[in-house]
Nanobody
Framework: QVRLSESGGGLVQTGGSLRLSCAAS????????MGWFRRAPGKEREFVAA????????DYTDSAKGRFRISKNKAANTVYLQMDSLNSEDTAFYFC????????????????WGQGTQVTVSS
């Protein structure tokens, strides 16, 4: 079993930045594909960003490109999401997800999910 623990959410003003962290523990290994999803109030959960097990494959949703950056510390089994130029559309509950298969992670059906962390962007 893999456990995911997120941190770094909070309240920030429009234009500000936050960095989310997600640490994998338990039966985690450095080759897990990891990523972030979010659910805004009244909306479906959506993909935000993902990074492959070796860190060479990265994908972002269109709204995150140029503003968010995902990275991974393989030794620490931790993935980060640096979020800059935040706006009200980024207000959501952010979930970390992980799977041994990158495509499964992208599809939103990852085997492992964290409890989530709230990000609120105020105007």
């Amino acid at each position: 079993q893999v456990r995911l623990s997120e941190s770094g959410g909070g309240l920030v003003q429009t234009g500000g930045s936050l960095r989310l962290s997600c640490a994998a523990s338990g039966r985690a290994n450095s080759h897990l594909a990891m990523g972030w999803f979010r659910r805004a109030p009244g909306k479906e959960r959506e993909f935000v960003a993902a990074i492959g097990g070796h860190g060479r494959t990265i994908d972002y949703t269109d709204s995150a490109k140029g503003r968010f950056r995902i990275s991974k510390n393989k030794a620490a089994n931790t993935v980060y999401l640096q979020m800059d130029s935040l706006n009200s559309e980024d207000t959501a509950f952010y979930f970390c997800a992980a799977d041994r298969a990158y495509e499964t992670l992208l599809s939103g059906t990852a085997a492992y999910w964290g409890q989530g962390t709230q990000v609120t962007v105020s105007s």
